[in-house]
């Protein structure tokens, strides 16, 4: 009984500590590296910021709106924002993420409005949530925005 119970304690911890080993790298596919300070990010003067253009083969008008490429993983994943007037609170700013990769059209989006937020997202990011994964076409508003990030 002794060594069940021994057994039983020791391959608990061994989980723990797997476990623990791996908060934050979803997958095991390692962290994201920051290309743009979170604080940078919600700078409005960042120069990081590129405006996304109004061309022909999009399909949405993209008035207004500025996006930029926040952090890379190892294995190509990219943490993409953008920042649009808020249709709510005049003089504001929405910022909504984007986690895609080069080759796939999907992504996995998420939403931050501060620096404190996008830490937030970085400790625990939710780049592989296959529930949360969204698959997007040519005719979307998306593959505007991955043709900027993604250049064939």
């Known amino acids: 009984m002794r060594n069940a119970v021994l057994f039983a304690t020791t391959l608990i911890a061994a989980v723990a500590t797997g476990v623990a080993a791996h908060a934050g790298e979803p997958s095991g596919k390692g962290p994201f590296?920051?290309?743009?300070?979170?604080?940078?990010v919600f700078n409005l003067k960042a120069k990081a910021w590129k405006p996304v253009p109004n061309k022909d083969s999009f399909v949405l008008t993209h008035d207004d709106e500025f996006y930029l490429t926040a952090a890379k993983r190892e294995d190509g994943m990219l943490m993409l924002l953008v920042r649009q007037p808020s249709t709510d609170k005049q003089g504001q700013f929405f910022y909504a993420g984007y986690y895609l990769k080069c080759g796939v059209m999907a992504d996995v989006p998420?939403?931050?409005?501060?620096?404190?937020?996008?830490?937030?997202?970085?400790?625990?990011?939710?780049?592989?949530?296959?529930?949360?994964?969204?698959s997007f076409g040519e005719g979307t508003g998306m593959h505007d925005l991955y043709t900027l990030v993604c250049p064939s």
Do not use: H, I, S, Y
């Not at 590296?33 to 940078?40: G, H, I, R």
């Not at 937020?117 to 969204?134: F, S, Y």
């Open 33 to 40: 590296k920051m290309l743009v300070a979170p604080e940078q």
């Open 110 to 134: 998420f939403f931050t409005q501060n620096a404190d937020e996008l830490k937030g997202e970085l400790a625990n990011p939710q780049a592989d949530d296959a529930e949360a994964r969204m």
